[in-house]
């Protein structure tokens, strides 16, 4: 006679699957956010203008406006550049005056020097890293000494 076993996962089975998850989102959330770092204290700054507020629709009955900007670089040359990051309302009115920050080896890519252009990302993922980080270690922790038991669905052992 088969028996089926599934598996009951003590919370230190819990803990070290939250360590192990958060433990990659934070250092994904430190990475961002060291190569941001390194990319303002290597760029330069300039101004900008809000040409428009694009908007997109992300979905149904849903749609977000991108701020599309227009700066020039030391060279004197001219881009327009549709951000990454969208709001609704639109954070940015059109004709608006902003400050911008690109690589001197890449003008054409540019970010709006602001926290959430630049930094947000990195804080979401670091953050969420570091809380179930610290979630999975203390589970770990508190729980070291419990066991992982396996419970039949159905059936008796033969």
């Keep these: 006679m088969n028996v089926f076993f599934y598996r009951t996962y ?11 998850f958060g433990g990659c989102w934070f250092i ?23 040409i428009e507020n694009k908007l997109v629709s992300t979905g149904k009955n849903t749609s977000v406006y991108y ?3 227009a700066y020039t670089d030391e060279n ?7 951000s990454n990051m969208g709001n609704k309302p639109p954070r940015y009115k059109t004709g608006q005056e902003i400050s911008i920050l690109y690589a001197k080896n890449k003008p054409g890519s540019a970010k709006i020097n602001s926290f959430e252009e ?7 993922f670091g953050g969420i890293g ?29």
């Design 28 to 50: 994904t959330g430190l990475a961002i956010t060291l190569y941001t770092c390194i990319f303002v204290s290597h760029a330069v700054e300039t101004r900008g203008t809000v």
């Design 76 to 82: 004197g040359t001219q881009y327009t550049i549709q």
């Design 10 to 20: 003590s919370p230190k089975a819990y803990g070290i699957f939250f360590s192990l």
């Design 67 to 69: 701020p599309v900007f």
């Design 130 to 158: 570091f809380i179930l980080l610290a979630l999975g270690i203390t589970l770990t922790v508190i729980f070291w000494h419990d066991k992982i038991k396996l419970t039949p669905i159905w059936g008796k052992r033969s």
């Design 118 to 124: 630049l930094y947000l990302l990195g804080t979401l």
